[in-house]
């Protein structure tokens, strides 16, 4: 997907407390190779490795500008692999087996 048919959200627009919420929400909503971006005036690193940790593999980050007034960031979200492990009963070790 291009980044003009992307998605933007412009978070300098949202209250501080809403931006990722709104981020992750989007995120959650996306099939396998959609994209959305994001525009701020900071680097949004911390907002990556939350979505890294929230979705492990899911999650292709690639800037588009990079400072110093403003950052724009095209994330797009891969399709989930599956492990034999995670859809086993024992999926993190729960069972103990």
């Known amino acids: 997907m291009l980044p003009t048919q992307s ?36 680097d949004p690193v911390p907002l990556r490795h939350q979505l890294e940790s929230r979705a492990p593999g899911q999650v292709q980050w690639a800037y588009l500008e990079s400072g110093p007034a403003q950052w724009r960031v095209l994330i797009s979200k891969l399709e989930a692999k599956v492990t034999e492990e995670a859809g086993s009963c024992c999926s993190g070790g729960a069972c103990g087996g």
């Open 7 to 42: 998605p933007v959200i412009d978070v300098r627009t949202l209250e501080p407390r809403e931006r990722h919420v709104q981020i992750f929400g989007k995120f959650d909503a996306m099939r396998a190779g959609e994209a959305l971006q994001i525009v701020n005036d900071h």
